[in-house]
């Protein structure tokens, strides 16, 4: 799946969580729980949503690898690619 | 025949407007039914029906607000029609002041009851009496200005009041505000904390959460709720409600939640029955709750019924709350943000995830003696996790 791709169905989905935040002025390489304010439960919905919508398990051990917008990205093309 | 009446959603709460009405007149309604939905200052809550019967008539337009206690819906009962019914089961209908209009057409508007602004109790004794207009002082009290800052000549009418750049609170920071400020004013509240070891608890939920795909996934949250539920069986006098001068301990752990909100605000709905069904199961019904509640859905039931309440901060906190008690319940556990830690175990220096674990509990019903029961009995719960 290609990136532009990717990124949309990421800002979908977190703008599902946090609907007032603009994806476009956060800082895509800090911890996307700070820049968005989303807690524990959220970011489990939202792996919920992804693995859902790209078929991807989306493994606890793989949290790490999602922390900031970029990661997340990064993350998912690598693993749809 | 009964009347269904606009339930009191807390100790706070004056009016509500009926924004749904989910069943039409002459459907069968059974208890536990939704059958409408109010919007408070908490948001939209979803009323339930608590008897078997037959909706009669809706007594009161959509979109309309009233007072606590005012009659919504007639009931029909199914099997006796026209017998009244012997227990209230709304909590809390007002006394006879409410209005009580029989016709929806002529239902009058929520009264602005001048009284409702809380008196200045604890005033200055002023030597001059300052002379507010009942509007200025509303509006003074709902934007937060002092009205001592404006003199006492002549009388203060609403024209007199400073423009002002700062918003109303919003309704739901007037609830939060009614809610605490009556803890603090009648709970003789006491506070304990210790150190839990969290160490196998997390290590259990990665254990457990390994080959699950995201839907069926463990928060620690979760096992904090239980550990709760587990050692109130032990300590009753920490779960249950103190009303009308006496502590009413419940028979089941209602856990309430606090939850905060997007765009501000917290609330604490009720996980009913924390002490049943597995962690899954239980780990479902929270994120059900959760879900909900942010998408400003609750249920009656769960804002009124909570009879403990958990505050965790999660893993982006900072290390400890003292929570203040949610009244009319007894108590209130804490829990911090979980850290690494250099522990001395068996003489030796280990690194453990470790948490700071805080209770606030109603002096009126229980002692710190027992309190440290009651903490060290949810820590120890914590310290079992696969026994949750």
Known sequence: MTEPDLRSIVITHMGRIAPEIDIETIDPTADLR?????????????????GSELSLPMPEADYDK???????????????? | MTQFLMPSLGADMEDGTLIEQLIAPGERVKRGDIIAA???QKGAIEIEVFEDGFLDKWLVPLGTKVPVGTPIAEIRSSDMPD???????????LPPEAPQPADPDITPPAPEDPNVQPPPADEPPDEIRQRVTPAARRKAAQAGIDLSQLGTVGIISLDDLPQTQTAPLSAMRQAIAAAMSRSKREIPHYYLSDTVDLTEAEAFVTDHNTDLPPDARLLIGALFIRAIARAVAKFPEFNGVFKNDQFAPNP?????????????????????????????DLMTRLRDLVDRVRQGRFRAR???????????????????ITGIIFPPQ??????GTPQWQAVVRDGNVVARRTATITLAADHRVSDGHRGAGFLRAIISNLQKPETL
């Open chain 1, 34 to 50: 700070d820049e968005c304010d989303i807690d524990s439960m959220d970011f489990l919905k939202l792996i919920t949503a992804l």
């Open chain 1, 66 to 81: 999602m922390r900031s917008f970029n990661d997340m990205l990064a993350y998912l093309k690598d693993r749809t690619a």
């Open chain 2, 38 to 40: 109010v919007e408070t």
């Open chain 2, 330 to 335: 007894v108590a209130i556990i804490g829990i």
């Open chain 2, 252 to 280: 089941k752990p209602h856990v309430g939640m606090a939850i905060n909100l997007r765009g501000g605000g917290l609330v604490a709905p009720a996980l009913h029955d924390a002490d049943d069904g597995d962690l899954d």
């Open chain 2, 302 to 320: 769960e804002l009124t019924d909570a009879t403990i309440t958990l505050t965790s901060l999660g893993d982006r906190g900072v290390t400890g």
């Open chain 2, 83 to 93: 017998i009244p019914q012997p227990v209230d089961p709304v909590p809390q209908p």
